[in-house]
């Protein structure tokens, strides 16, 4: 140490410069990959991978604009997980039953309260209490039999659209060998556009919808179709193992029955809270959402072939992220405020020593001229990296 101190706007200046030569590093090697240039990082090819896909928010201000937030507004920024797992395979289900998870009325509620609104609707991301992680915070209660162990993470994030995002994914998939694993998983939940990157990029990838997130649905509409609270649960608890065991078709036919019963939706938005507990669109929403995904809820075979059946890596990813870019005193300057701190964030959070190598073989660097060092970095986090 020197001694010398360092300026508040010194650490962001360097950030924000980091980071956009973290984003220009990234989009030359989306480039790279859509002209089969990209070569892989590691010589190790993983087993078993999982993408995984979701999105947060961000408070952003008008650049340009003088000191002081000017401009607000809430942007989504979208974060995949990319991962390697270890673990066996089953010739049968190893686990038919729901975990005790799934079937504890407080653990339950306050899933779909952190996930879902009281109503049964999609909570505004700005009433989620970020202190608190989401329930469950990994794979169901129960699931050392069956789910993998996750071994290397690496993030992508931006405030770029699905249309820009999907490359970059690929890309980072491309660099860590994922297509050539032998088991491929995507996980996600039921946003339309999650399932376009999956078609565009990953199709070879098993598609698996986010089991807990078909939990709220389940947990919503059978709450709504119920006298009480006793048999709502009863029933919730009916229509959730079946969803486990991959009978979903079932469910769907027994809310058929119940939109019949209680009337088409009436037309139009729900403004009001009231409204939105409306029991026919909450059965309306919950056969839309069952529906779209029922061929990506095939839950016994991902079992048995050692496939996670959750987004909760993502999920736990994007409370990380937000830890460092989301509360009410930051405003990051978009686009590329925002943009470059997401790019640091990220790479902060990738455990295969990018950050690292990246000052390494960053111009002005100590190390540059280092080439032993720095080839036996990136030989140690190939082997790492698989």
Same mark, same amino acid.
């Given at each position: 140490?020197?001694?010398?101190?360092?300026?508040?706007?010194?650490?962001?200046?360097?950030?924000?410069?980091?980071?956009?030569?973290?984003?220009?590093?990234?989009?030359?090697?989306?480039?790279?990959?859509?002209?089969?240039?990209?070569?892989?990082?590691?010589?190790?090819?993983?087993?078993?991978?999982?993408?995984?896909?979701?999105?947060?928010?961000?408070?952003?201000?008008?650049?340009?604009?003088?000191?002081?937030?000017?401009?607000?507004?809430?942007?989504?920024?979208?974060?995949?997980?990319?991962?390697?797992?270890?673990?066996?395979?089953?010739?049968?289900?190893?686990?038919?039953?729901?975990?005790?998870?799934?079937?504890?009325?407080?653990?339950?509620?306050?899933?779909?309260?952190?996930?879902?609104?009281?109503?049964?609707?999609?909570?505004?991301?700005?009433?989620?209490?970020?202190?608190?992680? &989401?329930? $469950?915070?990994?794979?169901?209660?129960?699931? +050392? #039999?069956?789910? *993998?162990? %996750?071994? !290397?993470?690496?993030?992508?994030?931006?405030?770029?659209?699905?249309?820009?995002?999907?490359?970059?994914?690929?890309?980072?998939?491309?660099?860590?060998?994922?297509?050539?694993?032998?088991?491929?998983?995507?996980?996600?939940?039921?946003?339309?556009?999650?399932?376009?990157?999956?078609?565009?990029?990953?199709?070879?990838?098993?598609?698996?919808?986010?089991?807990?997130?078909?939990?709220?649905?389940?947990?919503?509409?059978?709450?709504?179709?119920?006298?009480?609270?006793?048999?709502?649960?009863?029933?919730?608890?009916?229509?959730?193992?079946?969803?486990?065991?991959?009978?979903?078709?079932?469910?769907?036919?027994?809310?058929?029955?119940?939109?019949?019963?209680?009337?088409? &939706?009436? $037309?139009?938005?729900?403004?009001?809270?009231? +409204? #939105?507990?409306? *029991?026919? %669109?909450? !059965?309306?929403?919950?056969?839309?959402?069952?529906?779209?995904?029922?061929?990506?809820?095939?839950?016994?075979?991902?079992?048995?072939?050692?496939?996670?059946?959750?987004?909760?890596?993502?999920?736990?990813?994007?409370?990380?992220?937000?830890?460092?870019?989301?509360?009410?005193?930051?405003?990051?300057?978009?686009?590329?405020?925002?943009?470059?701190?997401?790019?640091?964030?990220?790479?902060?959070?990738?455990?295969?020593?990018?950050?690292?190598?990246?000052?390494?073989?960053?111009?002005?660097?100590?190390?540059?001229?280092?080439?032993?060092?720095?080839?036996?970095?990136?030989?140690?986090?190939?082997?790492?990296?698989?």
């Amino acid at each position: 140490m020197t001694g010398g101190t360092i300026s508040d706007n010194q650490v962001r200046r360097l950030a924000h410069e980091v980071g956009r030569e973290l984003i220009a590093r990234r989009d030359r090697k989306v480039v790279e990959h859509r002209r089969r240039q990209l070569e892989p990082r590691t010589e190790v090819i993983p087993v078993a991978v999982v993408v995984e896909v979701d999105g947060g928010r961000i408070r952003t201000r008008a650049a340009g604009s003088g000191p002081g937030v000017h401009g607000a507004q809430n942007k989504e920024d979208k974060v995949a997980c990319l991962a390697t797992l270890s673990g066996p395979t089953f010739a049968t289900d190893p686990c038919p039953e729901p975990p005790e998870s799934f079937r504890c009325p407080r653990r339950v509620r306050r899933l779909v309260q952190q996930m879902k609104g009281p109503a049964g609707e999609v909570a505004p991301p700005e009433t989620v209490d970020e202190s608190t992680p &989401p329930v $469950p915070a990994g794979e169901p209660e129960g699931a +050392e #039999r069956w789910s *993998p162990t %996750r071994l !290397v993470r690496t993030c992508v994030a931006s405030l770029e659209g699905s249309t820009a995002f999907g490359p970059m994914m690929a890309a980072e998939a491309q660099e860590r060998r994922f297509y050539e694993a032998p088991r491929r998983a995507f996980v996600a939940d039921g946003q339309a556009y999650n399932w376009t990157i999956w078609r565009g990029y990953f199709g070879a990838f098993e598609p698996i919808v986010d089991f807990l997130h078909a939990v709220c649905y389940v947990f919503s509409s059978a709450a709504a179709v119920s006298p009480d609270e006793a048999s709502g649960w009863s029933q919730y608890v009916a229509w959730m193992r079946a969803c486990w065991q991959g009978r979903v078709g079932e469910v769907l036919t027994e809310l058929d029955q119940w939109q019949a019963r209680l009337g088409e &939706p009436p $037309p139009g938005e729900a403004a009001t809270a009231e +409204e #939105r507990r409306d *029991p026919r %669109r909450v !059965v309306a929403h919950a056969r839309t959402y069952l529906g779209n995904n029922r061929d990506r809820m095939a839950y016994p075979r991902y079992r048995r072939n050692g496939l996670p059946t959750t987004s909760s890596l993502v999920e736990s990813l994007v409370g990380e992220i937000n830890a460092r870019v989301k509360s009410t005193q930051k405003h990051w300057t978009r686009p590329d405020g925002a943009e470059s701190i997401l790019q640091l964030r990220a790479a902060v959070l990738s455990q295969d020593d990018r950050l690292p190598r990246f000052f390494a073989e960053r111009p002005g660097s100590s190390f540059r001229k280092r080439d032993t060092l720095c080839h036996k970095s990136e030989g140690a986090t190939a082997q790492t990296v698989a």
